[in-house]
Every structure is written in structure tokens, then in C-alpha cells.
């Protein structure tokens, strides 16, 4: 009898390790690019959201950021990392305010609030003056987000103009 | 969870937003421009995103990444026309042509066909050639712009007579060859720019050219977190240095191209008077708002030779009517259109005085006349040469352009090139002189008539004996 009980407590044992062994957070993402689009519906003009592969010049184009946690197991500390694509300007306050937003103007090496984003230049005379940074100086976009729960998902957006 | 949940905000803050991206989108200095200064056409706009997480432990997991690519679309603007050479023009004769040259240059931010088309109106004492003026049906030229990655962008450049400066370009995904075709990976084109190509630099305030494209490289756009860009060599052929300039991103480079526009001439309806007509060009990219219509106006100047005959009794001179004239040929002897007459045996001489009364040159020039009734031409009239000679061939008369007198004789063996030659049949009644008059003149009968500008008069005399 006792050498049942000690294999039974064993076999507990293993199973417990694999299942924490199964268990991991497993997240994927996927990008939609979006452009509004003027139709008339019941004789009333409308703007609704198209997707959108080509892009004029001064258009807007809508980033939508999917996200899905399919693992068993929470994920934390996401850290979605999106540079502003060449050619294009960020539209301000366009970015979804999702977990901790900030932005960068060096490249993606540093990260502040907008009104935090300064830069110094030299002005005439000599000395320096500190400048807030505009939107089409923005370089980054990055969102900080403590827990994707298993088997959740979520998105962020912004917008940015083509030049 | 869905987080997209947390960015639900109330109408009135959406709408304060919604202003104020108005307003700052509205404040830029190149929205206004947006169209040609900035991306290019066929440019893929590549976003890739990473997501770095742990798990819930807090051991960091591998990143997870995504791209996405859109294309940026080739917007049609009108083109301009940069030089019409010359201006205005000249011409003189119907059917005569005058060929003007355009140099087109694109301001479409990628590559696109031009169209084009010619047309005569507006005409001033003239008739509107029944053909059109020729131009070729469309042209194609090539755009793109001074890519974000290029090394030199805030830099001064002065590129020397044949010296050369490459820029980085967009990838342009291959889209078209310099035809408007599909493109390939590697075809030396890129967004229509090809080698040899004409080209400028447009920084949307000033134009830096023409440069002649060397090198294209055009790479397969690749898997990188950005399209890989190409390359544009430019090449200085211009005799002199460009620059400085300082390029920036989006600056665009831009193909021109000269093209040659025919215009062929009606008919002057009155030569005396000044004629003239339009040829519009049209030049249009198929899309923009306008095409641009340039205008050119040709001055049309013909010629017209008005001629008045003349004759006096040599024998025994007689006052007569109508019109009178003297000729350079035969001093102070006064010439009649009306009222000279003459017994058997006396001697006329007769005066063709030929004149371009119109406003241009009357060419292939030449005059015949035939013998009067009851009379016989006169060869080798002591007045008309002081060298003895025979008779056969003989001389038979005088002509006189532009202050230089020719002698000509009966079978063509006499007379001055860009003067006068002349010849006859015979020297009985009804025989034809013929004779080939004013500037370039030759002694080829027929082909070889002169020039006459306008104003320049010649004189041709002869002598008849009263059978």
C-alpha cells in the first residue's frame, strides 16, 4: 500500500511539472492599414473606415496594432515598439492612450511624455533654448502595457499623415 | 481584456482634438505642397512593429515582430514647359515650316505619361495650314524623390562641370521601367529615371539642373525594417558648377525633355501686308487639374514680284504715256508703258522692271518674254558691250540686280551667277527669252530663278528691229 501512495504522489508530482512547464504566455500581433472613405448612404454623405493598401500624398493613413495574447499564461511588461514609417508624419494625439504612451524624437532611444520631448539648439548670439519637439519630429511610438491575460487580446491605433 | 477599451473619450475632447490636428495639419509650411514635395510615387512605406513581454514570471520572451507595406500613389500635376526656342519665328512662303523646341519637365512626384497636342488658329491675313502641326502623341518622364536614408541631406553641395553626385532614392517596388511598362528588380530604371535621362533638382523653392543621369540602381526592396532604397547618379554636363544646394528628404528629381513642335504655314492672303498665326501646344498629365498650354506666334513674311514693261524708240525717240521709268542699264533714257511707236526699220528697246513688293523673299525668280510680231531681236548691239565680237551667239541683253549688270547671250553662255542669265530660242517674232533673275541665280534652265527680298528690284532691257 505505502508503495502505491509514493508512486501516486510521484505521478501528482510529474504531472505538475509539466503543466507548468506547459504553461507560457504566447503573444502575436498584426498590423491593418485603414483610410476614410466619403460614401453616400441613404443620400446623406458618410465617412466610414476602408482598408487601404495605396495612399495618395497627404492622405491619412490609419495604423491599427492587434494583439492577442493565445498562450495560458498572463503576459507582462509588453513593450510595443513602433517607429513612425519614413515618409510619414505622426498626427497628434492620434495614438491610442493604452497602458503608458510615450514617444522619442532620438531614434527610439529614449521615451517621454510629448510635453517632456525637448531638444536644445543654438540660437544667434551664442547659448542655447530648449525647443518642444513637434509631431513631425517624432521618430517612435511606444506603448507599455503591466498584463496581457491569457487568451485576451487588444489593439492600439494612430495615424500618420504621407508626406 | 480588450485595452482598446481604455481609449474611449468623450465627444467633446474628440472634437477639441479633431481641431486642433486641423489646425496644426493646416499650419504645416508644405501641406500646400504636398503634392510635390515629399514621397514619391510607387514609394513602399514599410511599419514594422515589435512587441518585447515576459511572462508572468518576468522572464523575457523572444519579440514578436510584424510589417505591413503600403504604396504611395503618383499624383498627376501639370507639367510645365520650361523654354520655347525660338520665339517668335519666322517664315516666308506657304507650306514653309518652322519647327520650335519645348523642353518639358515633369512635376508629378513619380513617374507618369505626358500627353501632347499641337493646333494652328489665330490667323492674321494668313489661311490656316491644312497640315496640323506635328508633335509627338506623349511623352514619358520619370520622378522620384531625395530618399530619408541619403547621407548628404543637410550638407552644402556644389557639383563641378562633369562631375557627378548620387542620391538615394525610394524603392519603387519595380513598378514601371522608363516607358510606363512593368519593372523589374535590377533594370537599371528607377520610378521612369534611366541612364541619359534629363533631369533637375526641385527643393520647391528653387530648380538645380539639368543634370544627366549616370548610374540607376534599383534593388529588390528586401525584408529589412525598411524597403532597401536605390540610387540616382547625376551627372554635371552643363559647362559650369550647380550649387550650392542643400539637399533635404523629399527633394524631388524631376526628368525633363525637349520636344519639337512643326508648324507648317498657310497661305499669306495679301504679301504686302504683315501675316502671322498661333500654334498652342498642349501638354497634359492624364489627372492633373490643367494641362499647360504654351503659345507660339509665327511671323509669316512672302514675297511677291509685281513686274511693269516698258519700251522706247531707240531710232527716233518718242515722248509717250502712261507710266515712265530710267533703268540703271541705259542712263538718262526715259521708258513708256503707252504711246511709243516706230517706223520699219527703226530700233525699240524694251525694259522689264521687276520688283518684290511683298513683305519676304520671292525666290526661284525668273521672267520669259516673247518676241513681239513684225520684228526681229537684236544681238550684239553696240550699246551693249564694247567688246567686238560675233554676232552668233550673240548678245541680246542686259540685265541689272543689285548694282551688278550681267550680259547675256543667246544660247546661255553669258550672264553672272547671283545676278542674271538668260537665253533664247531664236531671234524671229515669237520667239521666248527666257531669264533667271536675283540673288543664287545659276544658268540651269528651268531651276535656276533668284531671290528677290522685299523691295530689291531688276532690270532686264532688249532691243528689236521693225521688220
Known amino acids: 500500500m505505502r508503495k502505491y501512495v509514493a508512486s501516486f504522489t510521484l505521478l501528482i508530482a510529474v504531472f505538475m511539472l509539466s503543466a507548468a512547464a506547459w504553461a507560457a504566455a504566447d503573444v502575436e500581433i498584426r498590423i491593418k492599414t485603414e483610410k476614410e472613405k466619403v460614401v453616400t448612404k441613404d443620400g446623406q454623405k458618410v465617412t466610414k473606415m476602408v482598408a487601404a493598401?495605396?495612399?495618395?500624398?497627404?492622405?491619412?493613413?490609419?495604423?491599427?496594432?492587434?494583439?492577442?495574447?493565445?498562450?495560458?499564461?498572463?503576459?507582462?511588461?509588453?513593450?510595443?515598439?513602433?517607429?513612425?514609417?519614413?515618409?510619414?508624419?505622426?498626427?497628434?494625439?492620434?495614438?491610442?492612450?493604452?497602458?503608458?504612451?510615450?514617444?522619442?524624437?532620438?531614434?527610439?532611444?529614449?521615451?517621454?511624455?510629448?510635453?517632456?520631448?525637448?531638444?536644445?539648439?543654438?540660437?544667434?548670439?551664442?547659448?542655447?533654448?530648449?525647443?518642444?519637439a513637434s509631431p513631425e519630429e517624432y521618430t517612435n511610438i511606444r506603448w507599455v502595457i503591466d498584463r496581457i491575460p491569457a487568451g485576451t487580446n487588444g489593439k492600439v491605433s494612430f495615424q500618420v499623415k504621407v508626406k | 481584456m480588450t485595452t482598446s477599451s481604455k481609449n474611449k473619450s468623450s465627444g467633446l475632447f474628440k472634437g477639441v482634438l479633431a481641431a486642433m490636428t486641423l489646425l496644426w495639419m493646416t499650419a504645416l509650411p508644405f501641406s500646400a505642397q504636398a503634392v510635390l514635395q515629399g514621397s514619391a510615387g510607387n514609394t513602399i512605406v514599410r511599419n514594422t512593429i515589435t512587441v518585447n513581454y515576459s511572462d508572468a514570471r518576468g522572464t523575457g520572451q523572444?519579440?514578436?515582430?510584424?510589417?505591413?507595406?503600403?504604396?504611395?500613389?503618383?499624383?498627376?500635376?501639370?507639367?510645365?514647359?520650361?523654354?520655347?526656342?525660338?520665339?517668335?519665328g519666322s517664315t516666308d512662303g506657304a507650306g514653309a515650316t518652322q519647327v520650335y523646341t519645348y523642353r518639358i519637365r515633369t512635376n508629378s512626384n513619380g513617374p507618369g505619361s505626358i500627353a501632347l497636342g499641337a493646333?494652328?488658329?489665330?490667323?492674321?491675313?494668313?489661311?490656316?495650314?491644312?497640315?496640323?502641326?506635328?508633335?509627338?502623341a506623349s511623352i514619358y518622364l520619370g520622378s522620384t524623390v531625395i530618399d530619408p536614408s541619403e547621407a548628404k541631406i543637410g550638407a552644402a553641395q556644389t557639383v563641378a562641370n562633369l562631375a557627378s553626385i548620387t542620391f538615394a532614392v525610394p524603392n519603387d517596388n519595380h513598378a514601371v521601367n522608363n516607358t510606363g511598362a512593368a519593372g523589374a528588380v535590377n533594370d537599371l530604371m528607377i520610378n521612369g529615371l534611366i541612364l541619359g535621362d534629363l533631369v533637375y533638382i526641385y527643393s520647391g523653392a528653387a530648380y538645380y539642373g539639368p543634370f544627366t543621369v549616370g548610374t540607376v540602381t534599383d534593388p529588390a526592396a528586401g525584408a529589412t525594417a525598411t524597403a532597401a532604397p536605390g540610387s540616382v547618379q547625376l551627372i554635371n554636363n552643363t559647362g559650369a558648377s550647380i550649387g550650392p544646394f542643400t539637399p533635404a528628404y523629399g527633394w524631388q528629381i524631376v526628368e525633363a525633355r525637349d520636344v519639337t513642335v512643326t508648324a507648317t504655314q498657310g497661305v499669306v492672303a495679301d504679301p504686302t501686308l504683315d501675316a502671322s498665326w498661333i500654334t498652342t501646344l498642349t501638354a497634359t498629365m492624364a489627372g492633373a487639374a490643367a494641362a499647360n498650354t504654351p503659345t507660339v506666334t509665327t511671323n509669316a513674311h512672302m514675297g511677291r514680284i509685281a513686274i511693269t514693261k516698258y519700251v522706247r524708240n531707240v531710232t527716233t525717240p518718242v515722248v509717250g504715256g502712261g507710266l515712265t521709268s530710267t533703268s540703271p542699264l541705259t542712263g538718262a533714257n526715259v521708258?513708256?508703258?503707252?504711246?511709243?511707236?516706230?517706223?520699219?526699220?527703226?530700233?525699240?528697246e524694251y525694259l522689264a522692271v521687276l520688283t518684290d513688293?511683298?513683305?519676304?523673299?520671292?525666290?526661284?525668280?525668273?521672267?520669259?518674254?516673247?518676241?513681239?510680231?513684225?520684228?526681229?531681236?537684236?544681238?550684239?548691239?553696240?550699246?551693249?558691250?564694247?567688246?567686238?565680237?560675233?554676232?552668233?551667239p550673240g548678245i541680246f541683253a542686259l540685265a541689272s540686280f543689285n548694282a551688278t549688270t550681267a550680259i547675256l547671250r543667246t544660247n546661255n553662255t553669258g550672264g553672272t551667277n547671283g545676278v542674271a542669265h538668260g537665253q533664247s530660242t531664236g531671234i524671229t517674232a515669237g520667239s521666248t527669252m527666257t531669264f533667271n533673275i536675283g540673288a543664287a541665280c545659276t544658268n540651269v534652265f528651268p531651276g535656276g530663278g533668284g531671290t528677290l527680298a522685299t523691295t530689291q528690284?531688276?532690270?532686264?532691257?532688249?532691243?528689236?528691229?521693225?521688220d
Open chain 2, 335 to 348: 521708258f513708256y508703258t503707252t504711246g511709243v511707236n516706230g517706223k520699219p526699220g527703226e530700233y525699240l
Open chain 2, 457 to 466: 528690284t531688276a532690270y532686264v532691257i532688249y532691243q528689236v528691229k521693225i
Open chain 2, 357 to 392: 513688293t511683298g513683305k519676304g523673299n520671292a525666290t526661284a525668280v525668273y521672267a520669259t518674254d516673247v518676241m513681239p510680231t513684225y520684228s526681229t531681236l537684236v544681238t550684239f548691239p553696240a550699246t551693249y558691250g564694247t567688246t567686238p565680237g560675233s554676232a552668233i
Open chain 1, 53 to 132: 493598401k495605396n495612399f495618395t500624398p497627404g492622405e491619412i493613413i490609419h495604423y491599427t496594432v492587434l494583439y492577442r495574447n493565445k498562450g495560458n499564461e498572463d503576459a507582462t511588461k509588453a513593450v510595443i515598439n513602433d517607429p513612425i514609417p519614413r515618409g510619414c508624419i505622426y498626427i497628434p494625439g492620434s495614438a491610442t492612450e493604452t497602458g503608458d504612451l510615450t514617444f522619442s524624437i532620438d531614434g527610439g532611444k529614449t521615451y517621454k511624455k510629448p510635453a517632456l520631448l525637448t531638444y536644445e539648439v543654438k540660437v544667434t548670439g551664442g547659448g542655447t533654448e530648449k525647443r518642444t
Open chain 2, 119 to 136: 493646333a494652328d488658329g489665330s490667323p492674321t491675313n494668313i489661311t490656316v495650314s491644312v497640315t496640323p502641326p506635328n508633335v509627338a
Open chain 2, 62 to 88: 523572444t519579440p514578436v515582430t510584424a510589417s505591413v507595406d503600403i504604396t504611395v500613389n503618383t499624383v498627376a500635376a501639370t507639367p510645365t514647359i520650361l523654354s520655347v526656342a525660338p520665339s517668335p
